[in-house]
C-alpha cells in the first residue's frame, strides 16, 4: 500500500501558501539546498512540517503579506524565492536573448534578461503561450550602437537562451479587473527534457477570492494536495486538471 505524503493544515486563507509549498516539495535539488526555508521541508520529509515557518519569514520581510487574506500564489512563491536567492538563482533562473532590430539604423541591439517564471497567456497550448511570448513585436526604443538618446520604432523579439532546472510557468489567468480566464489549455507532460512534476489549481472566479490546491509528482506517483486532504491520483487525472492550472512546474533533475 502506497504511504501518502503529507498535507499542510490551513491556517486561515493560507491555500495558497499550501499549494506553493507542495509545488516546491516536488523539486529536490532545490529543497535540499542550504537556504532559510531548508529547515522546513527537512521537517516536510519527517511528517510534521508547519507552513507557519515559511509564512512568518515571507510575511516579515514583505509586508503585504502579514495577515491572513487571500493572496496571490505566484506572487507570494516569487517573494519566497527571493529569500532564497542563491539557491532560486541556481535553480530557477533562466535567460532570454532579447533583440531589437532598427529598420531606421539598420542595427540589431541584443541583451540578456533573467527570468525566474515564465508568464505566459491562455493559449490553446503551452506551445502556442511560448511561441507568443517571444514573438517579435513592434516597440519604440533608443539604440545603443547609434547612441544618440533618439527614440525610434523598433522591432523586439526573444529567444530563450538559457532553461534552467525547474521551469515554472505562470498563466495569465486574470484579467485586469481581476476575472477568471477559464479557457482551457493543453499542457504536456514533457517538454523537450522538462517533466512535469507539479501544477497549483485556482478554484473560483476572482483573483482575490477562491480556493487554491496542487497536483505534485513523488516518485512514479502523482497526488492532490487539498491543504491538510492527500489523495492519490491517476496521471490521466493531472492532466485534465493541467488544462485548467494556474501555474506548471516542470524538472530537468
Not at 493544515?9 to 523539486?27: D, E, I, M, R, Y
Not at 502579514?66 to 517573494?79: E, G, I, K, T, V
Not at 519604440?140 to 526573444?158: E, G, L, W
Not at 479587473?177 to 504536456?188: A, E, F, L, Q
Request: proline share 6%; glycine share 4%; with cysteine.
Amino acid at each position: 500500500m502506497t504511504t501518502l505524503p503529507i498535507g499542510l493544515p490551513n491556517k486561515g486563507n493560507t491555500c495558497f501558501l499550501n499549494s506553493v509549498l507542495q509545488a516546491l516539495n516536488t523539486c529536490t535539488q532545490f529543497k535540499t539546498h542550504p537556504s532559510i526555508i531548508r529547515p522546513f521541508f527537512h521537517s516536510f520529509s519527517k511528517g510534521h512540517a508547519m507552513p507557519t515557518v515559511p509564512r512568518m519569514l515571507v510575511a516579515k520581510k514583505f509586508p503585504e503579506f502579514n495577515n491572513f487574506a487571500q493572496h496571490d500564489a505566484h506572487s507570494w512563491m516569487l517573494r519566497l524565492l527571493e529569500l532564497t536567492e542563491k539557491g532560486a538563482a541556481k535553480y530557477f533562473d533562466g535567460e532570454l536573448e532579447v533583440r531589437v532590430t532598427f529598420p531606421d539604423c539598420g542595427h540589431c541591439n541584443v541583451h540578456k534578461e533573467p527570468y525566474r517564471t515564465m508568464s505566459l497567456s491562455v493559449e490553446a497550448t503551452i506551445a502556442d503561450a511560448i511561441d507568443k511570448f517571444v514573438a517579435s513585436e513592434p516597440v519604440t526604443s533608443t539604440c545603443d550602437t547609434c547612441n544618440d538618446n533618439r527614440t525610434k520604432p523598433a522591432v523586439k523579439s526573444m529567444r530563450l537562451h538559457r532553461w534552467p532546472t525547474y521551469l515554472v510557468i505562470h498563466l495569465k489567468r486574470f484579467n485586469r479587473m481581476g476575472r477568471k480566464v477559464i479557457n482551457k489549455i493543453d499542457v504536456p507532460m514533457t517538454v523537450d527534457k522538462y517533466q512535469l512534476c507539479a501544477t497549483i489549481q485556482h478554484l473560483g472566479n476572482t483573483s482575490n477570492s477562491g480556493h487554491y490546491t496542487c497536483c505534485g509528482k513523488h516518485g512514479e506517483n502523482w497526488y492532490l494536495f487539498n491543504d491538510a486532504r492527500v489523495m492519490q491520483l491517476q496521471p490521466h487525472h493531472v492532466q485534465k486538471a493541467a488544462q485548467s492550472a494556474y501555474m506548471l512546474v516542470y524538472r530537468n533533475d
